[in-house]
């Protein structure tokens, strides 16, 4: 691993956004074990080696080219990469700092006497104590971590973010049910409630999308059977509307507003005279 560092950045965001998400279960669960071996090996991993020990070569294939590259048989995964020469940074510039701040050899001392906590040795001229190389690395590397933090600072996912998400979701259903359904699906299960704060699917217990959809296409057969054997008129269209006004405003306000506009209600025809 990367000089003793045992983990590497990882940001949800970035995965659950990006194309890996849409990729199929084998295929994400495989290249983060390849991330895995890839950094434990400090980035240098063949493609013989992983083939070798995960046996997944049409996942393989699907992950090549795309989120890592091949080169001379070695594997090369850019987000790595960067975060490995980033450490080869900082274990450099630590190791300088030891060298420069090393005990020094046969120090002469001038009228000065060693103390009972530290010899002369480990005194500058200042009179405070020299700080050891293990302590001088590890506040560096919390410095360094520090200014991680405050860069990739994770921030909780807009609404927007997870609209993203939920169509991505969908893609993988694209040749079973046609694009007008599949925007209907998006549309209706998307809408956001008052405060703009959670959508529709999001206030439900349970919602697998796969099962959502086949109730979604049933329920479509379902109306348009019992529509002029499948076919809906306008008259059914309207009347479809009017029940829905009329569940969400009540009967006077509708009537009001169809009695001014000279509207005949579609549920109530006149009379034949």
Known sequence: MAKGLPYFKFIPTEWLTGDISVESFEAQGLFISICALYWQRDGKLSIEDVNRRYKKPTALQELTDRYFSVNEGFLSIKFLDEQLEERQHISSKNSDNGKKGGRPKHLKTQGEKPTANRPLTDRIPNGKPKKANK??????????????????????????????????????????????????????????????????FEKESTFEISRRLITWKNNEKNFSKNHNNGKATITDNLSTVDNFLRAKHGDAAVDQIQGRLGIVPINNPPENK
């Open 135 to 200: 302590e001088e690395e590890k506040e560096l590397e919390l410095e360094e971590d520090n200014k991680d933090k405050g860069q990739n600072k994770i921030l909780p996912l807009t609404i927007e973010d997870r609209q993203l998400v939920f169509k991505e979701k969908l893609k993988p259903f694209r040749e079973a049910y046609s694009v007008d359904m599949l925007k209907a699906f998006f549309m209706y299960w998307t809408e956001m409630n008052e405060n703009g704060k959670k959508m529709r």
